[in-house]
């Protein structure tokens, strides 16, 4: 029995080192640094047919932190979505829309090149889905070798106006007059956070605001559309204001966690849900 497993463990490894030996010109594991995992829990895939023609700039989120993306524009046209994805550097001259092994087996025309125009690296990555992980793979100059990688493009980064019409709705849109109405929101990351459900919405002038109070005391600060918002309170649970540009759109808020020290800052989205709104 020991022989046999012996016999059964030798031609595992010769079946592997043959597998390694049909694909040359992939970066091994000793080459590899720590892989992120790209959190898509909660997050739903989302079209170009959800988005209006344009140029968006985007967040983007990468598996590893050797592959340095300093900011993306999001190329909205019909019913395909292309990521320019802007570079530190030129330390990686090709790309892939695929696995590091077919990008081996590919022919060089099917290689995405670095553009270098104007002093920038840039490039050009079909997109088939927002929220949805995207394999592929880059091939380093230095090392001659294809690094497997994942990205994620946010939709929760996306200006509101790179939003389809039908895609949402605002105050304006539900007629919304001033006062006070409650709302379901719901609140998806890669943390732990969680907030009180419904929410109250105060609307004056056009202008939407909501209380979200989460379910920790924990949290000191959020941001939200660039802005910083200090907590109004740790009664019931760390509260806040914040603005309400879009019902049933994810809305990205960085929430800064005091659970641990130092302190770290979690993306989150918020929904608000427009089909549960009522007046207080």
């Not at 490894?13 to 000793?30: D, V, W």
């Not at 550097?89 to 695929?98: L, R, V």
């Not at 670095?114 to 088939?128: H, K």
């Not at 802005?227 to 809305?251: H, K, M, Q, R, Y």
Request: aromatic share 8%.
């Amino acid at each position: 029995m020991k022989i046999l497993r012996c016999c059964l463990f030798v031609l595992l490894l010769f079946a592997l080192a043959s597998a390694y030996a049909e694909t040359p010109g992939i970066a091994g594991e000793s080459d590899m640094t720590a892989v992120i995992d790209l959190a898509t829990d909660g997050l739903t895939p989302v079209l170009a047919s959800l988005l209006q023609t344009g140029t968006y700039p985007a967040a983007v989120d990468v598996s590893s932190s050797m592959f340095k993306v300093v900011g993306c524009d999001l190329v909205v046209a019909g019913d395909q979505m292309t990521a320019r994805l802007h570079m530190k550097s030129d330390a990686y001259t090709y790309m892939f829309p695929g696995s590091a092994e077919d990008a081996v087996r590919a022919d060089p025309t099917q290689w995405i090149s670095l553009d270098r125009t104007e002093g920038d690296f840039v490039f050009d990555l079909p997109v088939s889905a927002l929220d949805a992980v995207i394999e592929c793979a880059a091939f380093s100059e230095r090392k001659q070798l294809w690094y497997p990688r994942t990205l994620l493009v946010r939709s929760d980064s996306l200006p509101t106006d790179a939003w389809a019409e039908t895609s949402f709705a605002t105050a304006a849109s539900l007629s919304l007059e001033d006062g006070t109405y409650l709302c379901e929101v719901s609140l998806s990351g890669a943390g732990r956070a969680a907030l009180v459900s419904p929410a109250t919405l105060t609307v004056k002038s056009g202008v939407c605001t909501a209380d979200i109070v989460f379910t920790t005391k924990k949290i000191d600060y959020v941001i939200v559309d660039g802005t910083t918002i200090s907590s109004a309170g740790t009664e019931n649970g760390a509260a806040f204001t914040v603005p309400v540009t879009a019902f049933d759109l994810p809305l990205g808020i960085i929430v800064d966690s005091t659970a641990i020290k130092p302190s770290v800052e979690v993306p989150y989205t918020m929904v608000f849900d427009s089909s549960s709104l009522k007046r207080e």
